[in-house]
């Protein structure tokens, strides 16, 4: 066998991927059909709750200086940010190549393989394991797995050649996108409505500016059209009465508002995630955070399985998770087209949407919608508010010895976190059995924590970084250990066990 999981496409979602596998013992080669590193910008910047998961991982350091989000929107519509309840502003301004970079340089310290110039022409499930057939730089060869990922984008061949159905509704708009240097253009960062469309634009690195067209009565592009600059430029003029032919376009491309979803993101031993589960209107930097959250939803359960620890049906959970996930998504965006692109006929809902964000409990919910910081996951219990939600990385510990910690840094090895603020409660003692899979921490939270009015004590974490187990009212503990994180290796109480 030549790895425990194939993944392929290594671009954010399949880099994210196989530095998971890795941090959970799995080995992992990466196959990806570029053979070089895409220099492009494409995606720019991620979501909050993107920027959370890769602080859990040590990573986001690695991007240098982020500039986060100064302005929120809905479908066009600002939101104060004075209004909401957390920063739900993301990151911008960080092209997807240097994303890519940064992660590939992760998953390669990590361990895993990259290989470029190998495209995916066939593969069998057989039962046992994944036979992929590659063709590559010194021709076609079988390569087996235990698990194959496709990571390999929309138009996933991993996804048709495992018959996963990919249903939802065909385009029926499109969008001009290039990136122009030469020209000094004012920032249209959310968009503008102008008579017939919507433009915007907004300064990159290097002095170059990226701009966004869409015309109302412009037809979606053909599947297999090349877009020419003189067509963008021509586009921009009609719309903004502005000209950039002058300008030296250094990419351009165009896009659609196709929605659809992976009927399973899961077929025997074939997954999918990233943009080869689902795809939508690019808006909020929706689809490469979504994507990279489920690589890390993945990666941790995918690993125990093949290291023989998962309990059962524990990697059944990547799709009950991350598939309502993914189709809220798309039923936000197909929303916010709706509102967003559609002509003077959408503007008194637009004038009503403009009332309802000034309502703070409104502004905060749509804000949550679109940051990924509302997602919650059913843990098998009730009660308190954080069960199931995500552990805010930033969230302090003090120690014993006075040293503060924050969450995140608990989390760079993607193992489970106990975090126990009593020595009299015995949570620690019962979590040492599962000491080769959970770290423990005995403190007290730096600052008074509290979630819809109930205290926050003690707390375990899932690799991925949602709350398994809390108190008060959050369930058994055990309960909990078991149900994500297995047996124990321990049968019962153990003094300074052994680390993993």
């Not at 079988?142 to 509704?169: K, M, N, P, Q, W």
């Not at 376009?249 to 074939?270: H, I, K, N």
């Amino acid at each position: 066998m030549n790895a425990d999981v194939i993944v392929i496409g290594a671009g954010p979602v399949g880099l994210m991927l196989a530095g998971e596998l890795r941090l959970g013992g799995a080995d992992v080669i990466v196959f990806e059909q570029r053979e070089h590193p895409c220099g492009e910008t494409r995606g720019l910047g991620f979501t909050s709750r993107a920027a959370e998961v890769f602080d859990q991982r040590g990573l986001l350091a690695r991007f240098g200086e982020v500039e986060m989000g100064t302005q929120a929107h809905f479908a066009g519509i600002r939101i104060d940010p004075a209004l909401l309840d957390e920063h739900h502003l993301g990151v911008r301004s960080i092209p997807q190549h240097r994303i890519e970079k940064v992660l590939e340089d992760w998953a390669r310290e990590l361990g895993a393989s990259v290989m470029r110039g190998y495209t995916l022409t066939d593969l069998k499930d057989t039962g046992d394991r994944v036979v992929a057939v590659v063709d590559g730089p010194d021709g076609s060869g079988e390569h087996t797995a235990r698990y194959l990922v496709g990571c390999d984008g929309a138009r996933s061949r991993a996804r048709h050649l495992a018959g996963i159905d990919f249903t939802g509704t065909e385009a029926t708009r499109g969008m001009y996108l290039a990136e122009i240097v030469g020209k000094t253009m004012r920032p249209r960062y959310v968009g503008e409505r102008v008579p017939g469309g919507m433009v915007m634009s907004f300064p990159l690195e290097g002095a170059a500016v990226r701009i966004t067209i869409h015309e109302d009565v412009a037809p979606p592009p053909a599947p297999d059209h090349v877009v020419t600059f003189t067509e963008v430029a021509d586009a921009w003029q009609r719309m903004t009465g502005e000209s950039v032919h002058d300008a030296e376009p250094l990419w351009v491309s165009a896009f659609t508002d196709a929605t659809r979803q992976a009927s399973e993101y899961q077929r025997g031993r074939v997954f999918v995630a990233g943009d080869a589960g689902h795809i939508h209107l690019p808006v909020g930097s929706q689809g490469l955070s979504v994507g990279v959250q489920d690589a890390v939803n993945l990666g941790w359960k995918l690993a125990a399985t093949i290291k023989r620890w998962a309990p059962e049906d524990l990697i059944g959970t990547y799709h009950g998770e991350r598939h309502p996930v993914g189709a809220r998504v798309l039923r936000n965006t197909l929303a916010q087209r709706t509102i967003y692109l559609n002509g003077d006929e959408m503007d008194p809902l637009r004038a009503v949407m403009g009332e309802l964000v000034a309502i703070p409990s409104v502004a905060c919910h749509l804000a949550a919608m679109v940051s990924g910081l509302d997602i919650r996951y059913d843990m098998g219990a009730s009660g308190h508010p954080l069960l199931g939600k995500r552990i805010p990385p930033n969230k302090q510990v003090t120690l014993p010895g006075g040293h503060r910690v924050n969450i995140a840094e608990l989390m760079h090895k993607a193992r489970g976190v106990l975090v126990s603020t009593s020595h009299q409660d015995g949570t620690a003692q019962l979590a040492a059995r599962w000491s080769d899979r959970v770290d423990m921490v005995t403190g007290q939270w730096s600052q008074a924590w509290a979630s819809g009015g109930v205290p926050v004590e003690s707390v375990l974490i899932r690799p991925d970084g949602y709350v398994a187990w809390i108190t008060p009212d959050g369930g058994q503990l055990e309960d909990a250990l078991r149900r994500w994180l297995g047996s124990p290796q321990y049968p019962g109480p153990v003094v300074n066990p052994p680390r993993a």
